[in-house]
């Protein structure tokens, strides 16, 4: 069974990449070591980072390096990495992937519905919570509040199965992912 | 089934320094609708270089820009199977191996929204072509009707390229588009490309779908239960035989009150051209000449687009594409397949169309053999030869049984014509096949649809602009200059009177004039061609006459008749004698004649502008020479067995 | 399905496989893969009309002369002769 897989574009960082895929089994957090070819970018550098969520993996090139000449081959390792989820290694890092995965969904369908009311929404983390506030014409509209809510959570939920609610008021909502699992 | 487009002349040169968009896809995508929304009416078309492939470019203005829109022949893979699909290959060639055809400078790649799964494979090649890419997705709203969904954004996210939906029909879309193609330069393009292993692609497309939220629970309830009736073993077969039925009756019985009108307007224009001009040869010019020989012809002009409306319509609805499904056991008896039939049927409206529709097929060798065959379809030039024909052999009052034997042959020759199309088709693709391998043989079942009147008002238009130019160019001149031959030279009346006619009996004299013309000389010269068939000089003009278009042998025997007999050309053809030879006295149109004649208009193919579609959708004149060589020659022989087999036993 | 005999002289059925060609009407099977005698370029055009292992297909009726028949193959229909619809193997699906 051939994994699906497939990579979208990080706004604002070209050397990042997130690879869209069931990270079943796979610990979510923070890549230190990783099987087979992976692994082996890993450790001459070629990749500098890795981080996995429940839905992919992101991967950050090292400077100098293109993605259109490197992507096939490490398309190949991730695919061939991804059935050996007991090989990776990973360190926790649930804020991080917080704050990574809240701001993709505010850079797409998220971000695009408050925007075409006329509004910004943006998060910023502290630690393992993740702040994420309306602003322009969504600030006070307690409709926005609510929608955001559900939309945000909703959409949030189904890509980090793990999503805690902090306390949320006006136009603030606090998150954070559960201690056990980041 | 086949798109259809504009046909003008012109090439592609002019549009050198502009930018190139291309238009890619599978068929059934809504290519074509969307070309010819963009660019009107107005799109060249020509053929690619050295191959058998026609071509689509037309000019879209994008506010201060012109650019150009190139409609790439409807393909489902990079991996080619046929001519067409090799040109998408070879135009999308960023390596520039094939230098004859440009390489465009960003695609349109549109993609239907329905079958999403299956057209996502050819994106993902399309994207390692590395050219700028923007998605049109198509049928946006079939996919809501059976309750689908999709995420356009997220889809786009995870193409990488820009996505725009478009319905048909719908301003907005093609304004949203047009704006996208304005800023080609700032298209988003993929990060990494898909893979390109087959088990890979599978996988890519499963995970955008994903993304994308895609999904299509519902079956095209509609198109099932219309099919369940119209694809029915029993039901399906009589519908599609009424409908044949139908067709075939528009020819005779539907557009008999337009033809009447168009045939009053003629002889309004004959009386006014009577009154007011009083030039003796201009009068006669225009009245013998221009109105008689337009006036034959454009008297079916209501047919034709009638029959060229039915067949836009059943294309428009999806039906053609049952038509071709029902009868592709029939056609696969004579080596080729369902489409064929469609592009045969579009034959008996005018072969043109028909050989055009030969696109629709895969095979190379297929649409040789079809269009080999096409033109022996009876097409509506061969009504008015048959008609006047059928009518000097037959009185309207005798029967076969129950029906009109004027019927009767009319049928018969229609039936016959059909068989010698399957016969010469199924000869051409033997001769083509050997030993080459045969294409597995797949036809995609679209959706049915209601019609766009946009589009079947194209493709009508089409078809009957290059009927009226065959008729307002090739007829046209062939009349006039018939009528010239016809009247020269010019005789004084001290040679009148010197062969001993009576200068003051008008028919006299133009009988003479007439009988001593440079197109008697003509018709006498190749007379001992002609001669075993029974035909005389006045015959054999008209034959040549026909070789640029079959109807003008009735307007030439027309000229004939008013020369020899002015008073009463209509009693003329029946009275006239054979003048000198061997069977010199006979009545000219007798019985063996007549079907001799019949016969070989049926196969001889008599059109110029068949002869020049042909060349331009073969790319050389070899195919054209050789059809036009084939057919006379089984003209003539079959003619002449009819003739001696009429005679034996009339 | 055929019989084979064991060494033990008991018999026993093996499963044959099935492709399009055998399906009827409205029956639904999964594609597994293409016969040995497809020809590479079949092969790939197969793929191309997404008829791929793992897509479900659904035989949706024939024609009055018994070919060509219409499949449901994923998402839209698709007309195939016999000769083609033998050279996809499936298994069926309940």
């Known amino acids: 069974m051939v994994i699906a897989l497939h990579a979208e574009r990080v706004s604002g960082e070209p050397h990042a990449v997130r690879w869209v895929a069931a990270t079943d089994g796979v610990p979510a957090g923070r ?10 970018r890993f450790a001459d550098g070629t990749l500098a980072a890795g981080l996995v969520e429940h839905t992919g993996v992101w991967l950050w090139l090292r400077d100098g390096l293109s993605w259109r000449d490197e992507g ?38 998220v971000g695009d519905f408050v925007r075409s009311h006329g509004g910004s929404v943006a998060a910023e983390r502290d630690g393992d919570v993740v702040t994420v506030k309306l602003g322009g014409a969504c600030e006070h509209c307690p409709a926005a509040e609510h929608t955001l809510h559900q939309r945000l959570i909703g959409e949030l939920r189904r890509r980090c199965p793990d999503l805690v609610e902090l306390d949320s008021r006006g136009g603030r909502l606090n998150l954070s992912l559960s201690p056990a699992s980041g | 089934m086949s798109g259809h487009h504009q046909h003008g002349g012109g090439t592609a040169e002019a549009n050198v320094g502009l930018t190139r968009f291309a238009v890619v896809g599978s068929p059934n995508s809504g290519k074509t609708t969307l070309f010819n929304a963009m660019t009107g ?3 060249k078309t020509g053929n690619y270089p050295g191959v058998t492939v026609a071509r689509f470019e037309g000019r879209v203005r994008l506010g201060e820009q012109t650019v150009v829109l190139e409609d790439l022949p409807g393909t489902y893979s990079l991996d080619p199977i046929s001519p067409d699909e090799q040109i998408v290959v070879d135009v999308l060639d960023t390596e520039h191996h094939n230098t004859r055809v440009d390489v465009p400078d960003a695609l349109l790649v549109m993609l239907n929204a ?41 889809l786009s996210r995870a193409i990488g390229v820009p996505v725009v939906p478009v319905v048909a029909g719908h301003r907005d ?12 330069r700032s298209w988003a393009t993929p990060v990494v490309l898909p893979p390109t292993d087959t088990a890979e692609v599978t996988a890519w497309v499963d995970s955008v779908l994903a993304a994308a939220d895609y999904s299509l629970p519902d079956l095209d309830h509609r198109t099932r239960r219309i099919d369940a009736v119209l694809l029915h073993p029993v039901a399906g077969t009589v519908i599609f035989l009424l409908t044949m039925f139908v067709f075939f009756q528009t020819i005779f019985t539907v557009a008999a009150p337009l033809q009447d009108l168009v045939g009053q307007f003629f002889g309004w224009l004959g009386e006014l051209v009577a009154a007011h001009v009083h030039i003796g ?31 836009a319509l059943l294309e428009g609805t999806g039906y053609l594409a049952r038509a071709a499904f029902l009868m592709d056991r029939v056609m696969a008896r004579a080596g080729l397949e369902g489409r064929a039939f469609v592009a045969l049927l579009s034959s008996v409206a005018c072969a043109i169309p028909g050989i055009m529709a030969t696109r629709s097929l895969p095979s190379a060798n297929d649409r040789l053999a079809t269009m080999m065959g096409a033109p022996l379809m009876t097409c509506s030039a061969r009504l008015p030869v048959y008609i006047l024909l059928v009518s000097m052999l037959l009185s309207a009052d005798q029967r076969v049984g129950p029906f009109s034997a004027r019927g009767v042959v009319m049928f018969v020759l229609y039936l016959l014509g059909a068989v010698a199309a399957m016969t010469a088709a199924a000869f051409f693709k033997r001769l083509t096949s050997r030993g080459v391998p045969l294409l597995p043989f797949y036809m995609e079942m679209p959706p049915y649809q209601i019609p766009r009147l946009r589009t079947v008002a194209a493709e009508v238009w089409t078809a009957a602009s290059a009927f009226l130019r065959k008729v307002s160019s090739i007829i046209l001149a062939t009349t006039v200059l018939l009528w010239v031959l016809l009247n020269l030279p010019l005789r004084h009346d001290a040679e009148l009177a010197a062969a001993g006619v009576d200068t003051s009996n008008e028919a006299a004299v133009s009988a003479y004039v007439l009988d001593h013309s440079y197109a008697a000389s003509v018709g006498r010269g190749i007379e001992p061609l002609f001669e075993p068939l029974g035909f005389d000089w006045r015959i054999n003009i008209g034959i ?8 003008t042998f009735v307007a030439t025997l027309g000229q004939v008749a008013a020369a020899q007999t002015p008073e009463d050309p209509a009693s003329s053809l029946r009275t006239m004698r054979v003048q000198s030879g061997p069977s010199a006295g006979r009545i000219l149109f007798d019985a063996p004649t007549i079907a001799a004649l019949l016969v070989f208009f049926m196969f001889a193919l008599q059109c110029m502008s068949t002869v020049g579609v042909m060349r331009r959708e073969t790319g050389s004149w070899r195919w054209p020479a050789i059809a036009w060589m084939y057919m006379f020659v089984l003209a003539w022989v079959l003619a002449f067995v009819t003739r001696t087999a009429v005679a034996a036993v009339w | 399905m055929s019989r084979r005999r064991l060494a033990s002289g008991s018999e026993v059925d093996t499963p044959t496989t099935v492709t399009l060609a055998d399906l009827d009407r409205a029956q639904r099977a999964k594609v597994v893969g293409y ?7 079949t092969a790939r055009r197969f793929f191309d009309l997404g008829i791929v292992p793992g897509i479900e297909v659904t035989m949706v009726r024939r024609a009055p002369l018994r070919d060509p028949v219409i499949f449901r193959v994923g998402d839209y229909e698709i007309a195939l002769r016999a000769a083609q619809a033998r050279c996809i193997h499936v298994e069926l699906v309940s």
């Open chain 1, 31 to 40: 890549v230190v070591s990783a099987p087979g070819d992976l692994g082996r």
């Open chain 1, 72 to 109: 096939p081959a490490i398309q190949t390792a991730l695919r061939a990495a991804l059935a050996e989820p007991g090989g990776w290694v990973v360190e926790p890092a649930p804020g991080e992937i917080l704050e990574r995965v809240t701001l993709d969904l505010l850079d797409g369908s």
């Open chain 2, 41 to 43: 009416l107005h799109a």
């Open chain 2, 114 to 154: 329905t079958t999403l799964r299956r057209s996502l494979g050819l994106l993902a090649q399309l994207l390692q072509t590395g050219l700028p890419s923007c998605v049109v997705l198509t049928f946006t709203d079939d996919l809501a009707r059976r309750r689908g969904s999709l995420d356009v954004a997220a």
């Open chain 2, 173 to 184: 879309g093609v304004e949203a588009l047009r704006e996208a193609m304005a800023e080609h």
């Open chain 2, 281 to 311: 040869w201009l009068s006669a010019f225009l009245s013998e000449a221009v109105i008689g020989g337009l006036g034959s012809v454009l008297v079916f002009v209501p047919q034709i687009v009638l029959l060229f409306i039915l067949i």
């Open chain 2, 544 to 551: 040549l006459s026909s070789l640029a278009a079959r109807e």
């Open chain 3, 35 to 41: 016969g040995d005698e497809v020809a590479g370029s």
